[in-house]
Each structure stands twice: as C-alpha cells, then as structure tokens.
C-alpha cells in the first residue's frame, strides 16, 4: 500500500478502531473493573499523603509540597483538590515525631490499597488482552513491582513538578531561560507520566513474552482525555453537580471517587485503544468481523 492508500485510509481504519473499543468496553465491562481500581485508589491516597509528606520530610521542609503542589489546582477538580489539601494541612500540622513513626504504617496500609488497585488493572488489562490470569503468587508479585515501580515514577514525577519552581526561584535566569525551564518541566512530566503508561500496558497484562511497546498511540489518547476530563469534570462540579446537596458531609470523597473511576477508565481505554488499532492495521475485516475476533479470551 502506497503513501496516499494508507492516507486515504486512515478516517476508515479510526472508525474501525471506535466500533471495535465500543464493542470490548462493553464485553469486558470497563466500568466495573474501574470502579474496582478507584474503590482501592481512595483507601490508598491518605496514607499514601502521609508517607510522602514523612518520607519528603527527610530531603527538604514538607512546606515545600503544600506550596508548590498548588499548580496541580489547575488539571484537578476543586473538590478533589480541596480534600487532598485539606488532609496535606492536617498532616503538616502533626508533630514531626508522630508524623515520623506514622510513616511505616502510612506507608504499609498504601502500599496494600495500591497493590489491590494495581492489581484489579492487571486483571482489566488481561481482560482486554484476553489472556488467562496469572496464577496466585506470580500476579501478586508482577503486582507488587508494578506498584512500587509506578510509585517511584509518581515520586519522580512529583519531585520535578516541584524543584523546577524551587530552581527558578533560586538561579539567576533570565525570563527566556525562565520560559524555558518551565516548558522542559511540563515537557519532562509529561514524558514519566507516558513512561508509567507505557510500564503499565508493556508489563501489566500476561503476554508471556510478547511484550507490546513502550509508546503506545492509546498512551497518549489517555494523557489527553485525562486533562480535557479532568476540566469537564471540574466545570460539571463548579456549575452543575453540587455533591453537597446530595452526598452530605462525604460529598467531597464522593466526587474524589469519581475523579479515581475516571482516571481509572481511561487508562483501561487507553489499551482497548491499543489492541484494537493493532488488530485493524493487521486486517481488512469488517467492523463486525473485527468485534467478534475481539472477543475477550480471543486475542492473540
């Protein structure tokens, strides 16, 4: 196929590619498993708050996260945002030798809700993948090192969200060097954030040795919907969704829980994304056809 049959194409293999993920969402019942992730995603998050408030304690001033962490205001919904603060304050404001021997049990009672998430993302990856599940104690331990694997990069993640400020508030740069700091920090964020997605989908579902690659067209699909849902979701809250009104006093976890199930289905998506558009530039069936083959248990 020459360069202008594979342009002429593309608009039917991208149809081909939406039919397809509709008809794995549904058979693999995407919601569900997400809804799984984010019920775990909550119990992980506060003692997860704790140990990196103690564990960042030991390099530099906590302070420093409650100040510079405010940019993440803008890629948040506020309710969410506020929760989150609202427990960082209350943890900057526990004695430091509390906040110290809390920090094993913090850090243990994350890790176990994290592993739990991890692991319902492992079997809704293996569910789109349609590959068996891996026996007890090998998923727990592929478990275990994605969890600590995709928290060393969330760390990383956040250390470069918040030196980069640090670094232009200390150095002499000029506002050109400033600008251009401030791009290589987003820049850099954005490429650790692509590299947990693409650990994930690599390593997560049982390929037996068919690994898939590191950049992945659905990985970047995920970023993008992730930021656009993030702001429909905090546009819906601020204007129309008063989970006060309805929830009470737990309507702020509420609306985290759901901010959790979006992030969770998306990235669940994001690899239906994934093997379907494998399958559609591999073969010239029908959209119906390509449903069928793509049947969970079915793919190769």
Excluded: K
């Amino acid at each position: 196929m020459d360069h202008r049959d594979s342009a002429a194409s593309l608009p039917r293999r991208i149809w081909r590619t939406l039919v397809g993920v509709w008809h794995l969402s549904t058979d693999v019942q995407l919601g569900l498993i997400a809804a799984g992730i984010a019920f775990y995603s909550v119990f992980a998050i506060f003692p997860a708050i704790a140990a990196l408030i103690a564990i960042f304690g030991l390099m530099a001033d906590p302070v420093v996260i409650e100040t510079q962490l405010q940019v993440m205001r803008d890629v948040m919904p506020v309710e969410v945002y506020e929760i989150l603060e609202a427990q960082l304050n209350s943890m900057l404001a526990t004695r430091p030798e509390t906040l110290g021997f809390a920090t094993l049990a913090s850090t243990a009672i994350a890790l176990f809700s994290a592993r739990n998430g991890v692991a319902s993302l492992i079997l809704g990856l293996n569910q789109i993948y349609g590959r068996p599940n891996r026996n007890g104690l090998r998923q727990l331990l592929v478990a275990l090192t994605l969890t600590l694997s995709l928290i060393a990069i969330a760390i990383l993640a956040l250390m470069v969200v918040v030196i980069a400020p640090i670094l232009l508030a200390v150095l002499p740069l000029g506002p050109a060097a400033g600008w251009a700091l401030e791009a290589v920090r987003w820049l850099a964020a954005f490429g650790i954030v692509l590299a947990g997605l693409g650990l994930l989908y690599r390593f997560g579902p049982n390929m037996r040795g068919a690994r898939g690659r590191w950049v992945t067209p659905g990985a970047f699909l995920v970023i993008a919907l992730w930021l656009i849902a993030s702001a429909g979701f905090s546009y819906y809250l601020s204007n129309f969704g008063n989970y006060n009104e309805v929830y009470g006093s737990i309507g702020a976890v509420a609306a985290l829980l759901m901010w959790f199930f979006i992030s969770a289905w998306l990235v669940l998506l994001g690899a239906a994304v994934n093997v379907v558009w494998t399958r559609v530039n591999r073969s010239d069936e029908r959209p119906d056809d390509l449903a069928l083959e793509l049947r969970p248990g079915q793919i190769g």
